[in-house]
């Protein structure tokens, strides 16, 4: 299962609790890749937060999201259930990024499910404050616009609203678990 959507929208909190539920392992990008990828930009760019600048762009996201979802199809590939957060904004707006992971899940005995969390940009400013991340400062900076809807099948649970059981009843019934 692929956790989606932009910073302070619950992929961590709510991948943690669904990961629990389905006795899955909770993969999240920050985790996986990321102090590889911030020991590569402090050392190419002087700034470990950098996201902006052509290296950051074009050569350490490539190799963050390739090792995510290769770190996640090595431990399907064991037989245990994944759960994969991270914001997988370009991922989701290409189909054939799409049919490609659809067919090496259902090789390796799984399907493939998006679910693309959203709230509204009061709740993501709140969110990432109370985060206190440095991660966080140019998306607090900034107007927090809302991400386009994917283009790849997925099911969309709005969490502005939500937490705890109540976040957990959306997520299951958006991906029909029992």
């Known amino acids: 299962m692929v956790l989606a959507g932009a910073a302070g929208t619950g992929k961590t909190t709510a991948g943690r609790r669904l990961a629990r539920r389905l006795g899955a392992a909770l993969l999240d990008l920050d985790t996986v890749g ?13 700034d470990p937060l950098d996201d902006a600048s052509p290296f950051a762009r074009d050569v350490v996201r490539p190799l963050r999201y390739r090792t995510l979802t290769d770190v996640a199809l090595e431990v399907l590939g064991c037989g245990t259930a994944v759960v994969a957060a991270a914001p997988w904004t370009r991922e989701l707006a290409d189909p054939a990024w799409h049919a490609a992971l659809s067919e ?3 090789a390796r005995g799984a399907a493939l499910v998006v ?3 959203h709230c509204d940009p009061a709740t993501r400013r709140a969110r990432l404050a109370a ?7 140019a998306a607090l900076a ?3 616009a809302p991400l386009a809807p994917p283009r790849v099948p997925h ?11 109540a976040l957990d009843a959306a997520v299951d019934a958006a991906v029909a678990l029992p």
């Open 34 to 46: 990321g102090p590889l990828a911030r020991a590569l930009l402090a050392e190419r760019t002087g």
């Open 104 to 106: 090496e899940a259902e």
């Open 115 to 117: 679910v693309w969390l």
């Open 131 to 137: 985060r206190g991340e440095p991660r966080d400062a």
């Open 142 to 144: 900034g107007d927090l």
């Open 155 to 165: 099911a969309a649970v709005d969490t502005t609203a939500l937490s705890g059981a």
